[in-house]
């Protein structure tokens, strides 16, 4: 079944202000490390995914229900041990000490998705590059090298099948300047959170 369910956008207003939670809106703790809270990036992150919808195709459903399901990962272990998972950084530090990485793996993988979304975005908004070609250009040098034979032709799917980026953009808001401006405020916010994961999962503190 193609995704049918793509949020309805109130006039004047973009898609990104449908999301239940921005990137922009997520709160990084500079004096603690800049660490981030837990809760606000799992809906950040799981509004997000509804992006794939918008990109129109059953293609992409594998990538929206990984990512999604890396979410859950995290989310179940912040449930468990609330007070020691108030932010992303502590979860993991205090997951690893119980000898299981279960929801530290799901972050691994969680933001690498987000990487790929985002460099492909970044890559896109200031170009004239169909949508297609940035995100084969994205998905080579973020999750393709960790991908096995197996799960490469997905994604190779997924990204053929991709819009033609004027109607992708037309279906974020009618306001082509507004949709860009909060695009790219919203992919500095995201890149910058990457960027904070990717170097504390690089770390000795995040090994398993």
């Known amino acids: 079944m193609a995704a049918a369910a793509v949020v309805q956008i109130p006039a004047g207003a973009t ?3 449908t999301f239940k939670k921005s990137f922009v809106d997520v709160p990084i703790d500079a004096e ?10 799992l809906e950040a992150a ?17 990538v929206k229900t990984d990512m999604l399901g890396n979410v859950e990962k995290i989310r179940k272990r912040m449930l468990a041990a609330p007070l020691e998972s108030q932010n992303i950084q502590d979860l993991v530090r205090n997951e690893l000490k119980t000898k299981s990485h279960t929801a530290t793996e799901g972050l691994l993988w969680l933001v690498r998705g987000l990487e790929f979304t985002c460099i492909a975005l970044s890559k896109n908004i200031g170009s004239t590059e169909e ?4 995100f084969r250009g994205s998905y080579r040098v973020t999750l ?8 490469k032709p997905i994604f190779s799917a997924a990204m053929s099948a991709c819009p033609y980026r004027k109607d ?3 279906k974020l808001g ?9 695009l790219r405020e919203y992919l500095v916010a995201l890149d910058k959170i990457v960027n904070i994961l990717k170097r ?3 770390s000795k503190e995040a090994k398993w």
């Open 168 to 170: 992708f953009y037309a």
């Open 174 to 182: 009618d306001d082509e300047q507004k949709v860009q401006e909060e």
């Open 46 to 62: 799981e509004s997000l995914t509804t992006m794939f919808d918008v990109l129109g195709s059953i293609a992409f459903s594998p």
């Open 15 to 17: 898609f990104l202000e």
């Open 200 to 202: 504390f999962l690089e």
């Open 32 to 41: 603690k490390g800049n660490a981030i809270s837990t809760a606000e990036f």
């Open 131 to 134: 949508l297609a070609d940035s």
């Open 144 to 151: 393709k090298p960790h991908h096995s034979f197996l799960v």
